[in-house]
């Protein structure tokens, strides 16, 4: 129903920044819409975290640790997600996987990116 294009992952010193983004396309005549979009992240040996999302209508919701660092934002027209990641810190080095919620009347799925790889040395 949707594929999910990551990009913007790399490696990135303490203290740098990166951007992330997803690009999401929906098959044509698909029934479902777009009701939120996500990051998450999985570290080798643990699993995988919320980071942020993006709710469709504006609002958005953090994981403590990223809070002040990071931002989440939308572009309508290409419907586009960005992470935004300031400030990075070496323990937010982890595989980054776009994550798309879509929604059909009382229908409800998900949809992952591949994921991209950022690495943030000390």
């Known amino acids: 129903q949707v594929q999910l294009v990551e990009s913007g992952g790399g490696l990135v010193q303490a203290g740098g920044s990166l951007r992330l983004s997803c690009a999401a396309s929906?098959?044509?005549?698909?029934?479902?819409?777009?009701?939120?979009m996500g990051w998450y992240r999985q570290a080798p040996g643990k699993q995988r975290e919320l980071v942020a999302v993006?709710?469709?209508?504006?609002?958005?919701r953090y994981a403590d640790s990223v809070k002040g660092r990071f931002t989440i934002s939308r572009d309508n027209a290409k419907n586009t997600v960005y992470l935004q990641m300031n400030s990075l810190k070496p323990e937010d080095t982890a595989v980054y996987y776009c994550?798309?919620?879509?929604?059909?009347?009382?229908?409800?799925?998900?949809?992952w990116g591949q994921g991209t790889q950022v690495t943030v040395s000390s």
């Open positions: 993006f709710i469709i209508g504006g609002s958005t």
């Open positions: 929906l098959a044509s005549g698909s029934i479902f819409s777009i009701n939120a």
């Open positions: 994550n798309s919620d879509l929604v059909s009347g009382s229908y409800r799925t998900v949809y």
